[in-house]
């Protein structure tokens, strides 16, 4: 059981989870109808639930097209969606939920949007966290919503995960997180070694956990390079995390890879 990558739209990802014996299949996101309905009629997969990581537009406009196809699949997602959503079935924070073969846990990270939920599915062997728009690969969501207490609040509850989770996020947006990653960690070799292979793959989805607490400076805001980095730009030494985590958004925000 591994989740299938659907690209959608400019640079969105959506993931279909196929359960093989059954053929049927969960889907996290759905950005865009036509080559989500595509994967699943390619894979001779029905469609059993829908987890919507958040609201915005470039994560749900495929969903009425897609439940049209599928009218019998759940919704799930957070109670914020309920007015929004016909039927969504909204999942609390830290509620787990058993579903055939697998558990999906919600973890709520609402900052990015009013949201958002980060779904950490467990089979017997494996974890993966779709992290929708809150975590991406070497960086974090901006803050349309909640706060830099907030996000550090999300991301500690991620970090906290077992470590060789696989990470499949929202947006293919690796290679320019990096190139701001370096510049605030330029000594990072990790970050080096992960630019370079990137350059030969087109879509950098899933990542690790493990990885991701080497080269994503949003996680790594106890660092001592990245604490030292972000003092010496906002000229004090700045002692709370949520500090560091406003700064570090401020700079990514303007930065110009
Ligand atoms: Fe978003």
Redesign the pocket.
């Known amino acids: 059981m591994n989740p299938i990558t659907v690209p959608c739209l400019e640079d969105n990802y959506c993931y279909l989870l196929p359960f093989v014996e059954s053929n049927t299949a969960f889907l996290f996101d759905a950005s865009e109808s036509s080559p989500i309905l595509d994967e699943l009629s390619k894979n001779n997969l029905v469609l059993d639930s829908i987890f919507l990581t ?1 609201g ?1 537009s ?2 749900v406009s495929g969903l009425k097209a897609i439940r049209k196809a599928f009218p019998k699949a759940k919704v799930f997602g957070h109670s914020n969606l309920s007015s929004k959503f016909k039927g969504l079935e909204a999942m609390t924070d830290g509620q787990e939920t058993k579903l055939g073969e697998v558990t999906v846990k919600s973890i709520h990270t609402v900052c ?2 009013d949201s958002d939920i980060c779904f950490l599915v467990k089979s017997k062997n494996k974890q993966f966290l779709f992290s929708g ?1 809150t975590l991406f690969s070497g960086g974090c ?1 901006r803050f349309f919503h909640g706060t830099p207490e907030d996000m550090c609040e999300a991301l500690d509850k991620i970090s906290c995960i077992e470590k060789n989770t696989e990470i499949y996020f929202g947006h293919e947006y690796t290679m320019s997180n990096l190139l701001f990653a370096q510049s605030i960690e330029p000594e990072n070799q990790e970050i080096r070694k992960e630019m370079t292979r990137l350059k030969s793959i087109k879509n950098s989805t899933p990542t690790l956990l493990s990885k991701e607490l080497k080269i994503n400076p949003f996680l790594r805001l106890s660092e001592k390079s990245i604490s030292n980095s972000i003092d010496s730009v906002s000229g004090s030494e700045l002692s709370e995390q949520s500090e560091r985590m406003r700064v570090i958004r401020e700079l990514k925000n303007s930065f110009k890879p």
């Open positions: 958040h915005h470039d994560h990015h949007s728009d969501g």
